[in-house]
């Protein structure tokens, strides 16, 4: 199925999809956005998409010339409209076009675009083997120069530390806050495993809040698993007995090996194939 693009109120085909070089979210990467995934034509947890998008734009002075409601009419009807049974949407607001300068106020109001496509990050070994990862260099924004919980288009140091990774042809990348607390992986949430209890780094740290990560959180919690948010650092992953990891394009995969140690028996531990079984089911169940 071809993907389909909303821009502004109007459908084009990926091959007329276009946006102007003066666009600010193009010159100066002044935008946020989101990445949401659809299941057998249905959306998952839009209102929880759109909530973060919306707190973006706020937390960036940007404000969305389109209700919340209308957004999300507009996002399902993509999904009709695209034929993609399982979809990958990229929904994406910008400054706007305007002229060359950062002032926000040269731009005279937001582009608005949305495409339907599909995404698939891992070939499906690496859910039963595991990614190699290793701890990037480049560490997340600090908390208070661009909080890593706006999902901004500002994604450079995040792809920097991607090619710390390809360079040393692993997988993934682990990246550390400014401090040196783990915070999260290249697009991805962080949980180590250790005596079935999930750890993960808490939001207020300085991390992206992920959509996946809040509903494994629920899901771990109705298995029974006991959830702990909280500061981690290597030491911590190294020696849990599983890491693994969560996003919307990814969903649940294990970490083998990080930084050339093996992590737990060195594949996809239970804990993280019981997790990924149950995400599977829960995102597609019928209710
Ligand atoms: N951290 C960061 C920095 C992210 O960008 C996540 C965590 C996971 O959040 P969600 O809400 O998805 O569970 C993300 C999400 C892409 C892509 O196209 C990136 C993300 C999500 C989907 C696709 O590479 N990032």
Known sequence: MPSIVWIDGTWYDR???????????????????????AYGGRVFRLDAHLERLYASAKAIWLEIPMSKDVMGRMVEEGVA?????????????????????????????????????????????RYEKGLTALTAATPIHHREA??????????????L??????????????MLDAAGYVAEASGMNL????????????????ILRGVTRDTVIE????????????????????????????????????????????????VAGPVTRDLATRFRAYVTRDD
């Open 15 to 37: 091959g007329s999809a276009v946006v102007s070089v003066f666009d600010h979210g193009l010159l100066y990467g002044d935008g946020v956005f989101e990445g949401i995934r």
């Open 81 to 125: 409209k695209s034929g993609i049974k399982d979809n990958y949407i990229r929904l994406v607001v910008t400054r706007g076009v305007g002229d060359l300068g950062l002032d926000p106020r040269k731009c005279a109001k937001p582009t608005i675009f949305c495409i339907f496509d599909t995404i698939k990050l891992w070939p499906q070994d």
């Open 146 to 159: 661009l909080s890593p919980r706006v999902k901004s288009l500002n994604y450079l140091s995040h792809i």
């Open 161 to 174: 530390a991607k090619v710390e990774g390809i360079a040393a042809n692993v997988d993934e990348v682990i």
């Open 191 to 206: 949980f180590a495993v250790s005596n079935s209890t999930l750890r993960t780094p808490p939001p207020y740290t300085g």
């Open 219 to 266: 899901i771990g919690r109705e298995a029974g698993y006991g959830v702990e948010e909280l500061p981690m650092n290597r030491y911590d992953l190294y020696t849990a007995d599983e890491v693994f990891l969560t996003g919307t394009a990814a969903e649940v995969v294990g970490i083998s090996k990080l930084d050339g140690r093996a992590i737990g028996k060195g």
